[in-house]
């Protein structure tokens, strides 16, 4: 079982940045496909950023050139770093891996507003 846990969220003007957060439980390796989702009301949750198994970041249209993944093995975390930001990044973001099944975490708040 794996526990992920997300923070940096919060209220950021537009063309501001943010960083996104995920505290493992334990070591996340590219293998485990971390990755960083959104959602807002009413539609389903869609694809941020992840890494593939052999390690590469991949990246939903919409937030490449501005956002990037990273992780660091040594503190057990998945980070999102949001540049640029846009009122339509507006969403609650979720963490995720797959060890065995998906694994998420319980989101942050996210909103782009003036």
């Known amino acids: 079982q794996v526990q992920l846990v997300e923070s940096g969220g919060g209220l950021v003007q537009p063309g501001g940045s943010l960083r996104l957060s995920c505290a493992a439980s334990?070591?996340?390796?590219?293998?485990?496909?971390p990755g960083w989702y959104r959602q807002t009301p009413g539609k389903e949750r869609e694809l941020v950023a992840s890494?593939?198994?052999?390690?590469?970041?991949n990246y939903a249209d919409s937030v490449k050139g501005r956002f990037t993944i990273s992780r660091d093995n040594a503190r057990n975390t998945v980070d999102l770093q949001m540049n640029n930001l846009k009122p339509e990044d507006t969403a609650v973001y979720y963490c995720?891996?797959?060890?065995?099944?998906?694994?998420w975490g319980q989101g942050t708040q996210v909103t782009v507003s003036s």
């Open positions: 334990r070591s996340i390796f590219s293998v485990d496909l």
């Open positions: 890494f593939s198994g052999g390690g590469s970041a």
């Open positions: 995720t891996v797959v060890v065995g099944r998906r694994y």
